[in-house]
């Protein structure tokens, strides 16, 4: 059995229940060297750095082994969930984790109700279409960042203000709500959230 398991943004305390137990009867566990080290006390398991190249997961044996892949946050919201359902023929089980995207929302006590949600890793978004909604909740990577999307705004002249959850539920956690000419050019791990201006 292969499983992808969400462990939320970063603190271990907001794993479920039904990961914990997934992880506890594992034989291997992929993730990330800082996925790795989250979970490193739940789980006797072999732990192994996910591949760079993700085809290498194919010629891992899983017949009679329970697998786990982890994913940061939820396997299916932009997450490695996706990749694995594509890929794999065999019987897959996904255990759904909280996204940063959750955690961001309730952080500023701002429901998600009506929000466009998208993901700038690997791809440049359509600014136009994305920055026509009222609320927009982003996940980031390092191309297409905070300070890339300001710009983007600022450009079209448009009234809005970002929110940037850096380093959720760690204990770097920081949450800034900026005017797109306040936001700076570098930030941590984050996921970004534009709202128009009232």
Known sequence: MISVVGIGPGDANFLTTEA???????????????QLQEISNITTATKQLLPKKLAELKTVPHEG???????????LLYGIGNWVL???TSEVRI???ISSIQMMFHKMKLPMNDCFITSSHGKTPDFDFLLQHSKVAMVTDSLIGPYEIAQE???????????IGENLSTTEEQIHQLAPNKVA???DMNVVVIVDER
Do not use: C, M, N, W
Not at 65 to 75: M, Q, R, W
């Open 95 to 97: 255990v759904p984790g």
């Open 185 to 187: 050019k570098k930030y």
């Open 86 to 88: 594509r890929h794999f």
């Open 20 to 34: 914990t137990g997934v992880l506890k009867i594992a034989d291997t566990v992929f993730g990330s060297e800082r």
């Open 65 to 75: 082994k329970e697998i786990v892949i982890l994913a940061s946050g939820d396997p």
């Open 153 to 163: 705004i600022l450009k079209r002249g448009l009234q809005k203000i970002i929110y």
